[in-house]
Structures are given as C-alpha cells and as structure tokens.
C-alpha cells in the first residue's frame, strides 16, 4: 500500500447520507466496510470525525447558547459519531479504539499519544474524538493536529466530490479537477481544501492531503494501492 499510517478525516455531514439529520446507518456500514479493506492490508488506520451531522459550534448563539458552550457540544457530538463509527467498524471485525480530547472514561479513552500509536501499531483502528478538545477549532484542525501527532504519512479527506477543482463541479460544468498542486499554490487560488488553522498546520509540518471521494466504493482502497485518485496536496 502507498501510505503505511494514515488519518481519515471524515466529516459529520457525510455521515448523514441521505438524511437531513443524524447518521445514516447504511452510510455507516458502508464506510466500516470502505476501511476494513485496507484495514485488512495491514495499514494503520486513524479517524477523526465532524459533527456537522449533529451539531455545529459556530450556529449556537442564534440558539441563545454562546459558542464556547456550542463548541463543546459540537465536540461531544463528534464523540457520538465516533461511538457509532466504532460499533458500525466491531460489526465488520474491526478492532477499535475510541480516545477522545475530552475525558469521558466511561465512554471512551482519554486521548494520550503514546497510547495511540501503541494501538495503531496492533493495527487497531483508532478513532479520535472530541476534535482537539478546545473550543475555536474544528475537526479538520483536530485532524491535522492528530496526524502530527502520531506521524502519519498523509491526511486522507473523504468528501463527496473526487478532489479539488477549479470552480465548484456542484455548481459548474466547466470546472476541472486539478490532480495534484502545492501548499502555496493552493493558497495563491484561494482553494478551500481545510480551514486555515488545519491547512497551515499540514503545510508548516510537511504533511500531505489527499482530497479524494469517500462515497464511491473501493476508493480509499484504490488510493491507497497507488492509483491515481483524488487530489494530493503536498510541499
Ligand atoms: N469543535 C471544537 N473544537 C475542535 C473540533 C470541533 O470546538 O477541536 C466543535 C465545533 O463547534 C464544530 C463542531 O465541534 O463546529 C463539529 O466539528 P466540525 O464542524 O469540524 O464538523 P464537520 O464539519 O467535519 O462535520
């Protein structure tokens, strides 16, 4: 495989399927399935997962409720999201770990570094919740942090669209995937691929991402065997 370590960064939204709210169990199995193909050839596989399923820091004061407290419950959401990763991932034969930012002992580990590799090099899968624990980030932070962390080799982002283009694709057809470009290209054309905080991250540490599509099926693995899918964003 391409990538020995890896961090899959999936969103919240993604989980929904076809919903407007919640997860999508179907979507669920089918994403366990997607990761257990490659959990199979032996690659350490890490996950960080969104909220925007559930719930999003950002809208929390059209609620009444200011955002500090909107981000916590954004992050305890990513830890329901990963609870049910977790159990969608047992199901297919899977062994997972749940760690999150935010201790919660009853319900998961605690997120320590060591720990984590220790498990990933028993190829268990390990699911990072609660983002990076603090409010004012968001899980592609949590993302890229995490991957720092553990020195994987590449942020994979599964979306729903199959890499970055030069326009919106959903919105115009005369848009053209770019297949690979670099940091400072990326923020010269302004291309929206993380936030800044996470992009800046990956790019002060040298370490890729991969803009690919995380709904069609076998390409995470086909990824990872090499083949030319996505978008690689590197130095
Ligand atoms: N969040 C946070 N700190 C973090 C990660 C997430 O406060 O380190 C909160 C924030 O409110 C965010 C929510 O959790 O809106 C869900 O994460 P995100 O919006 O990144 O989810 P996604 O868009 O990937 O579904």
New binding site residues.
Partial sequence: MKYKRVLLKL???ALMGEQQYGIDPTRLVQYAQEIKKVVDQEVEVAIVI????I????HSDKMGIDRVQ???M??L??VINGMALQSALEGVGVYTRLMS?IQMDQVCEPFIRRRAVRHLEKNRVVIFGA????????????ASLRAIEIDADVVLKGTRVDGIYTADPEKDPTATKIPQLSFDEALSKNLKIMDLTAFTLCKENNLPIVVFDMNKPNNLFELMSGEPIGTVVSE
């Fill in positions: 969103s919240g939204e969104g909220a925007g399923n719930f999003r820091g950002m909107g981000d916590h954004g992050m959401a990513t930012g983002g990076t624990g603090n409010p004012y980030f968001t899980t592609d932070s949590a």
